[in-house]
């Protein structure tokens, strides 16, 4: 079992930078894929960027790639999603994730992780 709480979330002007953090309960967070993704209102829940479990290997979302970077600190429990150049289009609430895997893998899909955080409101303005 693995809980997970999100923060760094707010209002920002296009054009500026924000930093996510996501804490993790337990003794074995170094044994989970993590996962950003978001959610904007009326929109499907949707990939944003993944990170094995070593942190050796990451992949974005092509709306994102180039401005937002992915981290993980496992001695820490944490995973941190860093967002320069926000874009009005970036607005949206923004999960953690974790998915219980075996190997150094990254993942993309909404069904492939087990936990999920309450999420966090990021509002970018034009």
């Known amino acids: 079992q693995v809980q997970l709480v999100e923060s760094g979330g707010g209002l920002v002007q296009a054009g500026g930078s924000l930093r996510l953090s996501c804490a993790a309960s337990g003794r074995t967070f170094s044994r989970y894929t993590m996962g950003w993704f978001r959610q904007a209102p009326g929109k499907e829940r949707e990939f944003v960027a993944t990170?094995?479990?070593?942190?050796?290997?990451?992949y974005y979302a092509d709306s994102v790639k180039g401005r937002f970077t992915i981290s993980r600190d496992n001695a820490k429990n944490t995973v941190s999603l860093q967002m320069n150049s926000l874009k009005p289009e970036d607005t949206a609430v923004y999960y953690c994730?974790?998915?219980?895997?075996?190997?150094?893998?990254?993942?993309?899909?909404?069904?492939?992780?087990?936990?999920w955080g309450q999420g966090t409101q990021v509002t970018v303005s034009s």
């Open positions: 994730a974790a998915a219980l895997t075996a190997a150094q893998t990254v993942a993309t899909r909404v069904n492939a992780y087990d936990y």
């Open positions: 990170i094995s479990r070593s942190g050796g290997s990451t």
